[in-house]
């Protein structure tokens, strides 16, 4: 699976995004998608994550309330709405296609995108 994402940029405090995350090589409808960041000198961690269908969602407790994960598998796309932003949102975020296990582990996931930058600044 060949994996897009776009939509990072630069936020004030508090305001919103939408990432998105284009997919193609293979039926969109057959995988679960997630959402990862990394931060400078951090480690790349979990944000959320989408089963096939949409209708079950996971969310890192950091993120929870906040964003909204979402898809359109009409239009082979995932998508991140963060609201409510705040600066220890900044990270590249990457969108990677579910595999199997754990839904919040990196290794559970396979094709990963080319990551978007977003940058909150207070």
């Known amino acids: 699976v060949q994996l897009q994402a776009s939509g ?16 193609s090589g293979r039926t969109f409808s057959s995988y679960g998608m997630g959402w990862f960041r990394q931060a400078p000198g951090k480690e790349r961690e979990f944000v959320a994550a989408v089963n096939w269908s949409g209708r079950n969602a996971y969310y890192a407790d ?19 709405q963060m609201n409510s932003l705040k600066p220890e949102d900044t990270a590249v975020y990457y969108c990677a296609v579910y595999d199997s296990g754990f839904v919040y582990y990196t290794g559970s996931y396979t094709d990963w995108g080319q990551g978007t930058l977003v940058t909150v600044s207070s």
């Open 8 to 23: 990072g940029g630069l936020v004030q405090a508090g305001g919103s995004l939408r990432l998105s995350c284009a997919a």
């Open 62 to 80: 950091s993120v929870k309330g906040r964003f909204t994960i979402s898809r359109d598998n009409a239009k082979n796309t995932m998508y991140l």
